[in-house]
Structures are given as C-alpha cells and as structure tokens.
C-alpha cells in the first residue's frame, strides 16, 4: 500500500493569516484529491489534481500537484473561521482505490 | 454528483453481535466503496464492492469478518461480524462520479461495540 505523509496534522492561525498543508509520497500517484470533512459527515470533494505541476485554484485556495506527482500542497489565502475543518488529500492507488494521509485539523480563530 | 445515503447513522452494540450498514446512491455508479474512519483519525479502505461479484478486499480485511454485497449499481451493503469494541469506528461507503476522478462519499455509520 502506498503511503501519504500529510502535514502539519494540527494547525490554528488566526482569521487573515495564510497556510499551506503538504502532502508527501514516495510514491507515484495517477492523480491526487483534496477533501474537507466536518464533524458528523462524509469528506466532501474539493478537487482533484492529475497532471504533474498542474495548478487548481478554488476561491482562496490553491491546490498544487508536484512534477514528479508524489506531492502536493493545498495553500489558503487569507483563511477565515469558516475554512476550519478537517483536510485530508487522497491519492488513487488505481481504480479509485483511494489512500487517505492523516489530515490536517485546521482551526481559524477569529 | 452523486448523493449517497447510509443507514443507521449511529448504533450502539454489543459485543459478538452483527450490524449490517445499508448505502443508498441516488444514481447508477459504478465503482462502490466501503472506508472505516477510527476516531480522530483518518480513512483506511475496507474493499471495493463489486456489483455482481464478490468484493475485492484491502490487506488487513477479510470477507468472514466483513461480509459486502452489491445486488445492483445503486445498492449496497456491509455487514461487520462478530464485532468487539475494537470494531467501534465510522464507516462510510463512498461511490465513483460521471467522472473517474470523483468519489462522493456517505455521511458515516457512527458505530460503538460495548
């Protein structure tokens, strides 16, 4: 099974900071995606990446696929106390079958 | 998208009992999913429910413990086993969208082995 190193695990800024969350493998990855999930609920789809270097941008996220698609970033820009929540990425072993890096708990205090 | 139901949200059971985990997709899918989600941790992937067939399970899962079906292309079912409190965790299924790359996931069966 292919692992995905993701970091930091806990991260709390304050409203307006910037961040960026890292996912890492050593591991090749047929595309990456990137998930919010709130408490009670399912991870919810945020984007998925699948060319080396490609660049998504969702309102004031950025997600980033690395060149050699091992890595990539997720990177808010001025954060607000509605982006907390749970990030996980997820990269597709094939088939879909999708494994989950350990998630980044993210906390905006206003 | 797709919307995916699952029932029950939540149960409380005890230990050497069985619980069976209904998932309702709202449109033909056709790759089916099941994931265990343990407290404050992340997803790890049960197997993949094949409609039609047995499912294909991840190292670490076996069909006696955790038994699936998939009677069509909207449909499915987990069934943990025997469970003991270690079984205690969130499971979710989660379907494949129109496109390859998009999964949709349920909202979770919160389960608690006393």
């Known amino acids: 099974t292919q692992l995905l190193e993701q970091s930091p695990q806990f991260l709390s800024i304050q409203e307006g900071e910037n961040l960026t969350v890292y996912c890492n493998s050593s591991s090749v990855f047929s595309s990456l995606q990137w998930y919010r999930q709130e408490p009670g609920e399912g991870p919810v789809l945020l984007v998925t990446v699948v060319t080396g270097g490609e660049v998504k941008k969702l309102k004031r996220l950025t997600f980033q696929f690395g060149d050699a698609r091992k890595d990539s970033s997720l990177h808010i820009t001025a954060a607000q106390p509605g982006d907390t929540g749970l990030y996980l990425c997820?990269?597709?072993?094939?088939?879909?079958?999708?494994?989950f890096g350990q998630g980044t708990r993210l906390t905006i205090n206003p | 998208s797709a919307v995916i139901s699952q029932k029950p949200s939540r149960d409380i059971c005890q230990r050497g009992t069985s619980l069976t985990i209904q998932c309702q997709v709202d449109s033909q899918v056709t790759m089916m999913f099941w994931y265990r989600q343990q407290p404050g941790q992340s997803l790890t992937l049960i197997a993949t429910?094949?409609?039609?067939?047995?499912?294909?399970?991840e190292s670490g899962f076996v069909i006696d413990k955790f038994p699936i079906s998939r009677p069509n292309l909207t449909f499915s079912t987990l069934t943990v086993s025997n469970m003991s409190p270690e079984d205690s965790s969130i499971y979710l299924c989660s379907a494949m969208g129109l496109s390859y790359y998009e999964q949709y996931f349920g909202p979770g069966t919160r389960l608690t082995v006393t």
């Open positions: 997820a990269g597709d072993q094939g088939a879909q079958k999708l494994v």
């Open positions: 429910a094949n409609q039609g067939s047995e499912a294909t399970y």
